[in-house]
């Protein structure tokens, strides 16, 4: 470093930006952990179907795969559009 | 009976063979008999970087095929004692590495009184990576302070959870260490690189040591030597630490601050 440099614009800190989209997509790997490979394709599946009668976007169907004591629960939720 | 340990990324180039070179010639250095297999069946780069690559005569899959014995294959390192290469197939495809056949070859490393087996695992998370850890008691997670590295571990700790033998046994979990390789002080100071606080708050394990960015990594691979035997490095001194704590012991983190250069070096230049 040099006295040029120490006048020179500094680049705008970037760790922050790095680390919330980090969290997001993690956060978004983890909910898929630990249930069946056949999750993704299901829910496309499921999006096909409810696709044939109301227009909805991907994020609108939600599958949780979840342990319930002996039980395996599969959750489904689905947001239609507003009326 | 002996311990494995993978070393694993998803990610490559994030420094898993060197960081396999080191744990393990470390591990032999305090004195317990360790043995590291490269799983990188097809790019076997391990014996270079340990420097036995002109000694490689029978390999990996050799052994699972039973055209070699375990003796005939490993390769006794010429900087440690106590410390024994098994070097990766060139030729074969990865499917030659089956479970039963990894299986016995760590048995009989085992019965060979072996204390420790450092698994180098490929990059990626398909079959050979799955069999570098399907049997392993504990996982060094390497990771770089980089978005698609700490993805990428995430993805193979998911993998550590519900893949391995201990996950589909229901047993004892594998015990999982972070190690983060390149680190630049001056750059997480600084804001561009994520610090390791981060990386563990994201990952959400205990971290077993950070090794910083450092010149010696690259001359040392050059020359075929692992770099914890030298010395002097930062990067050696920081792998000599992960190993003691691998080992349970205590040691303060080095080499993640930053030294502020001096007023007259700041005016002047120089070589930070």
């Known amino acids: 470093m040099s006295l040029f440099d120490y006048f020179r614009a500094k680049p705008k800190p970037s760790a922050n930006l790095a680390k919330e989209r980090l969290q ?36 609108d169907v939600q ?16 947001v239609l559009p507003e009326r | 009976m002996a311990r494995i340990i993978v070393v694993t990324s998803g990610k490559g180039g994030v420094g898993k063979t060197t960081t396999s070179a080191s744990l393990a010639a470390g591990l032999a250095r305090r004195g317990h008999k360790t043995a590291v297999i490269d799983f990188d069946v097809g790019l076997r780069n391990l014996d ?48 030659a590495l089956t479970q039963d056949g990894v299986e016995r070859v760590l048995d009989e490393l085992a019965a060979m009184d072996f204390d420790y087996v450092v698994c180098d695992s490929p990059a990626g998370i398909e079959h050979g990576a799955r069999m570098a850890l399907y049997f392993a ?28 033998r201990r996950a589909e046994r ?64 930062t990067a050696g001194q920081a792998y000599a630490d992960a190993v003691a704590r691998l080992l349970g012991e205590e040691r303060p983190l080095r ?14 230049g120089g070589t930070p």
């Open chain 2, 137 to 164: 008691d504990e996982a060094v997670i390497v990771t770089n302070p980089e978005v698609s590295s700490v993805r990428d571990s995430d993805r193979i700790l998911g993998i550590l959870q519900s893949r391995s």
């Open chain 2, 48 to 95: 270079l970087i340990m420097g036995c690559e002109r000694r490689v005569v029978y390999d990996f899959v050799n052994v699972i095929n039973a055209e070699a014995t375990l003796n005939q294959a490993l390769i006794r390192d010429k900087h440690v004692t106590d410390l024994y290469v098994l070097p990766a197939s060139q030729t074969r495809e990865k499917e």
């Open chain 1, 24 to 59: 997001v997509v993690i956060a978004h790997q983890r909910a898929q952990r630990g249930g069946p490979d056949y999750l993704p394709m299901l829910k496309q599946d499921l999006l096909a179907v409810i696709r044939k009668y109301v227009e909805i976007s991907e994020d």
């Open chain 2, 170 to 233: 229901g047993d004892e979990p594998i015990r999982e260490h972070l190690l983060i390789t390149r680190y630049n002080p001056t750059r997480v100071a600084e804001g561009q690189m994520l610090g390791l606080e981060d990386i563990i708050e994201l990952l959400a394990i205990p971290s077993i040591g950070v090794i910083p960015e450092c010149a010696s990594v690259l001359e040392a691979s050059n020359a075929g030597r692992p770099v914890i035997i030298e010395e002097q490095s």
């Open chain 1, 63 to 78: 599958v949780q795969f979840d342990h319930q004591g002996d039980c395996d629960v599969l959750e489904l939720n689905v």
């Open chain 2, 255 to 268: 080499f993640i601050d930053v030294h502020k250069p001096g007023f007259f070096k700041r005016l002047f």
